[in-house]
């Protein structure tokens, strides 16, 4: 079973306008070689229309939008907005919006619904805080939030979407995974996925890991039977340690 290969730089509240192009363009121009991994960026949304101009083989995508069509929700953008910008791809459930901005299960569940009523491409985020960890409950906790937000599409809509797994203790921090831990939890998920889809969706379904990946470690998780890829913060704001980590496979 092949499946896709993706590395995802999540700029977050990151960058100027022409920094963010600056960093577009080289990245684009030296990965024009890398045909066996998709390179999907996350920049500042306002920055979509600009980027689309210049983004060549990369795809965009953005970090959060509502899930509503339109209407009254001030300060807020649609998918249909963002698709008429040259996103192709939305993170939900990433720990910052969940943590910071209060986002529950049932609002991540509706962004997953409305991302696939639009064919937006959804990256999945979930993971567990440090005292999760600390208490060996990081299966139990990660599973839920598969099964709270994730696990209620079709087998159709599933095979539309991208897991990042992302122990939040790891984000930022500088403190990755072990290559065991990141294994361990990565063949779990593919497991819950196994086990209320099939086998067959499981193996198809990339998997990534987020928190801490860099052009140092990203070869040894991406060597992980069950990494597909990375979800990549810090590292993805300069061009060449994100190359070298899409060069990491
Ligand atoms: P980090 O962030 O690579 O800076 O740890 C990852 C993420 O939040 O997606």
Redesign the pocket.
């Known amino acids: 079973m092949i499946r896709k290969k993706i590395v995802a730089g999540?700029w977050?509240m990151n960058l100027q306008l022409e920094q963010a192009l600056e960093l577009v363009k080289t990245i684009s121009n030296q990965s024009t070689d890398i045909s066996n991994v998709d390179l999907i960026i996350f920049p500042p949304a306002l920055f979509l229309l600009e980027i689309d101009k210049i983004k060549s083989q990369l795809k965009v995508g953005v970090q959060n939008f509502y899930p509503k069509e339109n209407g009254a929700f001030t300060g807020e953008i649609s998918i249909a907005q963002i698709k008429n910008c040259g996103a192709s791809h939305a993170?939900i459930g990433?720990?910052?919006r969940r943590e910071i901005f209060h986002e529950s299960e049932e609002f991540i569940k509706q962004k997953v619904d409305a991302a696939i009523i639009h064919t937006i491409g959804v990256i999945f985020?979930c993971g567990e805080p440090l005292h999760i960890r600390e208490n060996n409950s990081q299966f139990t906790y990660v599973k839920q939030q598969l099964i709270d937000s994730l696990f209620h599409l079709s087998d159709d809509e599933i095979l539309k979407c991208v897991v990042?797994y992302?122990p939040i203790w790891?984000?930022?921090?500088g403190k990755t995974a072990t290559i065991e831990q990141a294994e361990e939890m990565h063949s779990e998920i593919r497991s819950w996925i196994a086990e209320y889809y099939s086998q067959e969706i499981a193996d198809s379904i990339s998997i990534l890991y987020?928190?801490?990946?860099?052009g140092t470690n990203a070869k040894e998780l991406f060597a992980c039977p069950n990494v597909d890829g990375g979800?990549?913060?810090?590292?993805?704001l300069q061009a060449e340690s994100f190359i070298t980590i899409a060069r990491s496979f």
């Not at 987020?210 to 860099?214: A, H, I, P």
């Not at 979800?231 to 993805?236: K, M, P, Q, R, V």
């Open positions: 999540n977050k993170l990433h720990s910052e985020c990042a992302e790891a984000i930022g921090t987020g928190g801490s990946c860099n979800l990549i913060g810090g590292a993805s």
